[in-house]
């Protein structure tokens, strides 16, 4: 059974700094694309990263280019986003997700919030 | 970037009642190189990660019953549900991903 859980949630100030882990199991983890998605209670999904099988090549959104780094760690089956520079706007649930033909299988989130 | 717009925001349906989804894509999401629609359908209960209902706009996910159908192609697409069930009773997001992802803004089904 595929299984991703999220963790390193929390409450941060703004400016801070926060790392996020996905522990994935049921599935060869170094085959798949993976990806960081969020959403803030209540509101829609945002596309955040994503990161190729190997490692080789990244993407993020515009909103968090140059503050938020995704990388994964094939060996321990875990995937991380580094939130730097963290903004209120930041404030959300983060999902990582696994790059099926689309994103085929969720985790339950982690809850960010950044307040002063 | 693609935006994905979605009609209702919320539905009220009787159970074993037909419940209809529309999605409208700023701009056409077929390939032209396999004639494919980067579309997919997700569901989200309470509680509950997200789960693929439906891809290429109509392929249903395994496990996922029949009474859940994608259809359209290009820029318009609908989920139907054709017997609305308690347990279906979630918000439902379309999803391309032949661009940079995006999501519609989620329509809310309850039983009426």
């Known amino acids: 059974e595929v299984q991703l859980v999220e963790s390193g949630g929390g409450l941060v100030q703004p400016g801070g700094s926060l790392r996020l882990s996905c522990a994935a199991s049921?599935?060869?983890?170094?085959?798949?694309?993976m990806h960081w998605v969020r959403q803030v209670p209540g509101k829609g999904l945002v596309w955040v990263s994503r990161i190729n099988s190997d490692e080789s090549s990244t993407s993020d959104a515009d909103s968090v280019k140059g503050r938020f780094t995704i990388s994964r760690d094939n060996a321990k089956n875990t995937l991380y986003l580094q939130m730097n520079s963290l903004r209120v706007e930041d404030t959300a649930v983060y999902y990582c997700?696994?790059?099926?033909?689309?994103?085929?299988?969720w985790g339950q989130g982690t809850l960010v919030i950044v307040s002063s | 970037d693609v935006v994905m717009t979605q009609s209702p925001d919320s539905l009220a349906v009787s159970l074993g009642e037909r419940a209809t989804i529309n999605c409208k894509s700023s701009?056409?999401?077929?390939?032209?190189?396999?004639?494919?629609?980067?579309l997919a359908w997700y569901q989200q209960r309470p509680g509950q990660p997200l789960k693929l209902l439906i891809y290429?706009?109509?392929t249903r996910e395994s496990g996922v019953p029949d009474r859940f159908s994608g259809s359209g192609s290009g820029t318009d697409f609908t989920l139907t549900i054709s017997s609305l069930q308690a347990e279906d009773v979630a918000v439902y997001y379309c999803?391309?991903?032949?661009?940079?992802?995006?999501f519609g803004q989620g329509t809310k089904v309850e039983i009426k």
């Open positions: 049921g599935f060869i983890f170094r085959s798949y694309w």
């Open positions: 997700a696994r790059g099926g033909v689309t994103l085929d299988y």
């Open positions: 290429w706009a109509s």
């Open positions: 999803h391309q991903y032949y661009t940079t992802l995006s």
């Open positions: 701009q056409s999401v077929l390939s032209s190189s396999n004639n494919k629609n980067y």
